[in-house]
């Protein structure tokens, strides 16, 4: 059981290339989220999913954007990366309910945009 | 979105019990409190949820003032890998997708 599990670990981009950071969980969960932890910082919701097919805005979606076309899958995309992006991105997954709804982090994706 | 405040940071002694506040007064009825972990260089854990009552598990518990505004987070006895930052984020439907995060507390323990 993998968990959740996020490609690439490690990627460095120079200012104006694209990239997409690829999440995968095998819990069959319908939640799934993106963040951004800066140094120092506490993570930030770039974007979120409610079910394959959905997607919604965060509290920093600007110059990021994802899709859900798999239940499994939640991708994030930058088309145009820029020195402010630089940042560890985390992928998280959860059930429906806050109840049972404990979320499921990813180890992280350290992006360096020179 | 209820919004949260947490202490920055915090000391303990290892062995010692260590009581993280939060605070959380605009939470709605139906917002579950549940607290996360970060270690160093890794994504953060969960560690414990509640709605109302206390709650334990093996990790820590959970205690929660009766007006739902203010949660604690008890270790009962820290170690020198209790040593992360302690976030407390509330979570309930039909928000469960908007659970954002403060910058936690940053827990650290002396030897």
């Known amino acids: 059981n993998a968990g959740v599990t996020q490609t690439p670990k490690f990627r460095v981009l120079k200012t104006g290339q694209s990239m997409t950071l690829l999440c995968a969980q095998d819990?069959?969960?319908?939640?799934m989220y993106w963040y951004r932890q800066d140094p120092g910082m506490g993570l930030r919701l770039i974007h979120y999913?409610?079910?394959?097919?959905?997607?919604a805005k965060g509290e920093v979606p600007d110059g990021y954007n994802v899709s859900r076309l798999k239940k499994q899958n939640f991708l994030l995309g930058l088309e145009s990366a820029a020195p402010s992006q630089t940042s560890v991105y985390f992928c998280a997954s959860s059930y429906l309910t806050p109840n049972t709804g404990e979320l499921f982090f990813g180890e992280g994706s350290r992006l360096t945009v020179l | 979105d209820a919004k949260t405040t947490q202490p920055n940071s915090m000391e303990s002694n290892e062995e010692e019990p260590v009581h993280l506040p939060c605070n959380h007064s605009?939470?709605?009825?139906?917002?579950?409190i549940h607290w996360y972990r970060q270690l160093p260089s890794q994504g953060p854990e969960y560690v414990i949820h509640?709605?109302?009552s206390n709650v334990n598990n093996r990790m820590a518990s959970l205690a929660i003032a009766e007006d739902r505004k203010s949660s604690t987070l008890i270790l009962h006895r820290a170690t020198l890998r209790d040593a992360a930052v302690y976030y407390c984020i509330p979570r309930g439907t039909p928000n469960a997708g908007k659970s954002t995060f403060g910058d936690g507390t940053t827990l650290t323990v002396k030897p």
């Open positions: 509640g709605l109302t």
């Open positions: 999913s409610v079910g394959e097919g959905t997607t």
């Open positions: 605009t939470i709605s009825g139906t917002d579950y």
């Open positions: 819990m069959n969960h319908e939640y």
